[in-house]
């Protein structure tokens, strides 16, 4: 960490999924235009970062985490405002507190289309210029053309003459060219657009944080034209955990590393350099997973079959010099073969009932090799990841704030520690690992961010709510009584107390979703705060990434009580 970084000091930010918060001339989402507008309210209330979710083009689905480039802008959020257009879709008043993202894209693009077709002359050349800037888009502008063509089919099932990019890429840009150059030039307003927003948040002293997922979908652009920087025969994942008896299966592939590392990480910096247009700080997704990831070959549903990708693996010969053969355990589902001769233990293998049936003394050598190699992954998981976040450093001016929150490992975590990476800490999970108890706001680590929910969380008051018994009796001594504040008498006071003390933590910066910060009654989050949660990991609710704020921030902009209550708590706190 650059420690005179001038962005580098204690400050306090809003976070939002763009597409939930419009601006009076928005069109059915937020868009681009909707950035400049909310910055000047967080101002005013005292904020000095942005931050935003992921803006890559999703396809057909609605997670910015599933994306079909890692690198292209969802025209969703183009803003048509901005274009000139006079196109209007919705009623003055916010009836729902969700979006259809099929029904916009589809509406969007129609309108996006006759804009192009009005000069396309002058269109197709401004696509031509942003092509020759920017050639990771001609594989994206193809394969976009494709995706429409199949309807959104994975590319494996395509045609024989389309699996091949590059084959393809030639076709389509012959044959296709018009079709191509619509999606270069939907770039290429996206690129104008957000670039100019981060400098009009830089006049403001607002800086705008981005995110950078570590995966991509397999039915993507980059998976199409790079196959080779791809473990196709893996899923990434995380395992089995108290929250989930079957772990989480993401289903998107695995990272091929020794392939990327030949390149010296050019698919990387492509992506780091190109979000540096639109972002001060970005987010790093899963940082964990630079390190080492949980993979789960690609036949199986559930994570449970995985193992923490790459590693050494147990060797034939270290079963064989014990007098055991490996075969055997495979048979019974307790192992699997990685590679020729070197096997994994499969998580919580010791509770199978195959291994249960063990004789004590096949036991008694067969579990120590479970963690025998343990040193040796981890020195080598350590190295790696350290290697690559070096070279994300290197590629980029932006400050990276990594996302480490689950199950971290005490390596990864030193290893975060030594490098003085900005991490996560979430306020309600923040606990003293010998005894559970929450940490005191001054024991929080500097190198952090922290922050009352995330998008894969329940809101804070909503955590709150489900508290009952001696937990809840415990967090109303922790986070009032003992800061000498009184009880709370309902829920706006229980909130503005979270946030006062998320704000008084030793954290350096201190980012909040927005529906945390709305203490306000008409704001709806005090009456239904689970209404009002952005997404619920490893479900197909289809009201995920669909939620929208049913007031507009010139509503925002208008409530001198919620900016003047905020920007005090945060002079306070002796942040900007």
Known sequence: ??????????????????????????????????????????????FSILQILPLNDTGRDTSPYSSISAFAIDPIYISLKALG????????????????????????????????????????KKALDFLSNFPWAYGYCAFRVLYDQ???????????????????????FGKRKLDALFYAFLQSIAYDQLSRAKEELEELGVYLKGDMPILTSRNSADVWEYPEYFDLDLQAGAPPDAFSDDGQNWGFPVLNWSELRKTNFRWWKERITYLEHFFHLYRIDHVIGMYRIWAIPKTEKTARKGWFHPQQGTARSEFEALGLAPETFVELGLIHEIY???????????????????????KKDFYPLSHHNLHLNEKEWKQAGEEILDALDLFSGMIACAEDLGSVPGFIRDSLKERETLGIDVIRWTRSLDDGSYIPAEGYRQTAIS????????????????????????????????????????DQEVLLGLIQFALATNSLFSIHLLQDLLFKPVYGMLEDPALHRINVPGTENARNWTYRFRFTIED??????????????ILESERC
């Open 451 to 490: 922050v009352l929910s995330t998008h894969d969380t329940s809101l804070a008051l909503d955590w709150w709510k489900s508290l009952t018994g001696g937990e809840k009796d415990y967090a109303e001594s922790f986070f009032f009584l003992e800061r000498g504040l009184a009880l709370p008498k309902d």
């Open 85 to 124: 257009s006079s196109i209007v879709s919705r009623k003055k008043t916010l009836v729902t507190h969700f979006i259809n993202h099929t029904r916009i894209r589809e509406l969007k693009l129609a309108e996006l289309k006759k804009i192009f077709e009005a000069d396309i002359e002058s269109n197709s």
């Open 556 to 569: 925002l902009q208008e409530d001198k009580e919620l900016s003047q209550t905020l920007r005090k708590m």
């Open 340 to 362: 020729k001769d070197h096997f994994i233990f499969y998580w919580d293998f010791w509770k199978d009932p195959a291994y249960q049936a063990l004789p004590e003394e096949i």
């Open 150 to 172: 199949y309807e959104g089919k994975d590319w494996m099932d395509w045609a024989s003459e389309h699996k091949n990019a590059t084959s393809a890429k030639e076709q389509i």
């Open 1 to 46: 960490m650059v420690h005179d970084h001038p962005i580098l000091k204690r400050r306090a930010g809003v976070l939002i999924p763009l597409s939930s918060i419009l601006t009076h001339h928005s069109f059915e989402c937020g868009d681009i235009a909707s950035l400049v507008p909310l910055g000047r309210f967080i101002k005013d209330a005292g």
